[in-house]
């Protein structure tokens, strides 16, 4: 499996981006894709994820109605829309894959990894 995150860049607060992971390599029916975030210094934090057949969502409480993940399975890729950038939305974000169903939060519980997209948002 090959995940490859694209979209990033420098924003201003309140300024909005949509980043793209594009999968290859399996038939991803009974998988999971979630996006995290990471800051220097810090662990791994969940942001969204989806499950590739039904389109179930779910979203950290600290994105919720400013992030939304969808996904175009004719595409096998996965978006993140962002909206009302915020200064603490600087990161490098990460998609990944976890061979279930299930909307897991836990980054162990995802196999397989992008390289990261820088966002910054600046005030």
């Known amino acids: 499996v090959q995940l490859q995150a694209s979209g990033g860049g420098l924003v201003q607060a309140g300024g909005s981006l949509t980043l793209s992971c594009a999968a290859s390599?399996?038939?991803?029916?009974?998988?999971?894709v979630g996006w995290f975030r990471q800051i220097p210094g810090k662990e791994r934090e969940f942001v969204a994820a989806t499950t590739w057949s039904e389109g179930a969502t779910s979203y950290a409480d600290s994105v919720k109605g400013r992030f939304t993940i969808s996904r175009d399975n004719s595409k096998n890729t996965v978006y993140l829309h962002i909206n009302s950038l915020k200064p603490e939305d600087t990161a490098v974000y990460y998609c990944a894959l976890s061979a279930t169903r299930r909307l897991l939060t836990n980054s162990g519980a995802y196999g397989a990894w992008g390289q990261g997209t820088q966002v910054t948002v600046s005030s």
């Open positions: 390599g399996l038939p991803f029916g009974r998988s999971t």
